[in-house]
């Protein structure tokens, strides 16, 4: 499995980067998303709802932890920041990542424990006002071609 390193320069690039992405996307992938406030997790996830098809608002799910929404592909949108280690079973998180759908997890460390081995991991971090790094971990051959297009 890659690793890659993508500089982008707006939150439109970090969208578009979302939205390249879940052209790709199949059935039970898991997309693991973690930086710091303001690090651009939200705009990615709405980039990546869109490269999905989904219509409407999205935004931060964070005092329902889960926010379901119809695409191509169904979108399970997790914020993991309120959840307590092995609080994600017990409230059928798993149930959702297992599923039919595409999960894109916010906060991600915290249950870190729990992802299945085919997570790809994603770390954002903000340099500058409207510039960020994105660091994918665990990448395979259908998002390597996506990214490599980014650059390295």
């Not at 889960?66 to 017990?90: C, F, N, S, V």
Request: glycine share 10%; aromatic share 10%.
């Amino acid at each position: 499995m890659a690793e890659y390193v993508i500089h982008t320069k707006h939150v439109e690039e970090t969208m578009y980067i979302g939205e390249q992405l879940a052209k790709v996307a199949m059935p039970g992938d898991v997309f693991a998303l973690d930086g710091d406030l303001g690090a651009g997790k939200t705009h990615f996830s709405k980039g990546f709802a869109k490269g999905l098809h989904v219509e409407g608002n999205v935004n931060s799910p964070t005092f329902t932890i889960i926010k379901q929404y119809k695409g191509r592909l169904p979108l399970y949108h997790i914020d993991a920041y309120r959840l307590d280690d092995g609080e994600g079973e017990e409230i059928g998180l798993f149930d959702v990542i297992d599923g039919e759908g595409v999960s894109v997890i916010e906060w991600a460390s915290i249950i870190e424990d729990e992802l299945p081995d085919h997570t790809v991991r994603i770390s954002l971090t903000r340099v500058s006002d409207e510039e960020r790094q994105l660091q994918f971990k665990g990448v395979d051959e259908r998002f390597e071609q996506v990214l490599k297009e980014f650059g390295q």
